[in-house]
Structures are given as C-alpha cells and as structure tokens.
C-alpha cells in the first residue's frame, strides 16, 4: 500500500516569496494533518481535516498560511510571503478515525527561506 | 513550559545495554500517549501505544502512570540500529491532534 506522498520534497526560496506543499493521503483515509517541524523540536499541527472541513486550524498563522483539501482527498498548504521563521519541515500526515486511527506520516517537505 | 517534556539528550549508550526515555505530560485530559520514532531527516514512525497497565513489544516496554503525569520507554539490549530519535506523544481525544515532545537522541555504539 503506498504511504502518504508529499511534494517537492525540498524547496528553497526567498523571504517575500510564495510557496506551496502538496500531499496525497494513504488511501481511505479521511482524516489529514499538517505538522510543522523547526530544528531539535517535535512535529507541531497547522490544521487538521476531516475529510473537507478543517476542524482544527487554531494554529495555522493565518495571516500568511493558507490550506484546502478539495474533495476530501489531496490538500495543499500555501505560505504567501514566506519569512525566514518559516524554514522548517512541513510533515503531512493521514489516519482512519475510527479503525486505529494511527497517523502515517509522509517524509516531509524541507523548506529554507533565505 | 511545553505540555509534552522528555529528557534531554542525545544518550550515547554501548551495543547490548539498557536505556531508559523518560516524559511527563501536563494535560490531565490526554487520553493517549505513543512513542515515535524518526531517523535522521527522515518522517516519524508509530515505534508504539503506551497502555496504562504498560506494554512491551519484544526489546521494548513502554509504561504509563496516570496519576503522575509521566511516560517511560525502556530499550534493553540495544542494536546499532536502534539509534534515532524517540519523540513521546500525549494526545487529547482520538483523531486530534498529536502533541510531541522535543525528542531524545539516541546513539548505540559498537
């Protein structure tokens, strides 16, 4: 089975620039999370879906961070302009509520903002 | 103070010994906890649930007591491959989100 996919998997840019990260869920899955990553720290979330609706977006710095999941599948996760704070893994994540609902999650996007 | 604290590391331990990760969690509410690891500049991978009456997967046993707010994991005969970063995870209701830790780094020299 394949596991959640997520693109590019590297992006360097410039601060002011925009940039956008795509995932791919496991299949069946309804359930999708962005996590940020900084250096030395654990995963934090940005939002969560379940399956369109975004049930928990109280982090996500909404300012700047923008997140769709049209269709309840892939999702994108856009930062428009990037700072240089903003240099971090992005991590994408999907589960089944309600069977195990462990979450997988994709290898990440390694983003540096220069 | 981070609701999810694990011992600092990185923890530099021979082949074949015993190691301890200890983490405390300051959410009464959470309901379930998990041990994940990841590899260098790799994704977190579930490693395993941790039960209140505690659990052990082959060289891994994982505890949980409640009342203390604090989460163990103990490696015993440890394997070069071993080594990685184990991420102590407390979540508040199932489906939501996973609060981590900081992580502990392990190292197993030959």
């Known amino acids: 089975e394949a596991g959640v996919v997520q693109s590019p998997r590297y992006k360097i840019i410039e601060k002011k620039q925009p940039v956008a990260f795509w995932c791919n869920p496991i299949s069946g899955h309804n359930t999708l999370y962005w996590y940020r990553q900084n250096l030395g720290q654990g995963p934090e979330l940005l939002i969560r879906y379940e399956n369109e609706e975004a049930v928990d977006d109280s982090q996500l710095p909404k300012d700047r961070f923008s997140a769709e999941r049209l269709k309840g599948v892939d999702s994108t996760l856009k930062i428009q302009p990037a700072e240089l704070g903003d240099s971090a893994v992005y991590l994408c994540a999907s589960s089944l509520v309600g069977l195990g609902e462990t979450q997988y999650f994709g290898p990440g996007t390694r983003l540096l903002v220069l | 103070r981070k609701e999810v604290e694990q011992d600092p590391g990185p923890f530099n331990v021979p082949e074949g010994a015993t190691v301890a990760f200890n983490c405390t969690y300051s959410n009464s509410a959470s309901q379930s906890f998990f041990w994940y690891r990841q590899d260098c500049r790799k994704e977190p991978k579930l490693l395993m649930s941790?039960?209140?009456s505690g659990n052990e997967d082959g060289r891994f046993t994982a505890q949980l007591n409640r009342a203390s707010q604090y989460i163990s994991l103990l490696i015993r005969d440890s394997k070069l491959s071993d080594s990685a970063t184990y991420l102590c995870v407390a979540q508040v209701n199932q489906g939501g989100k996973l609060i981590f830790g900081q992580g502990t780094e392990l190292s197993v020299k030959p």
């Open positions: 941790v039960y209140s």
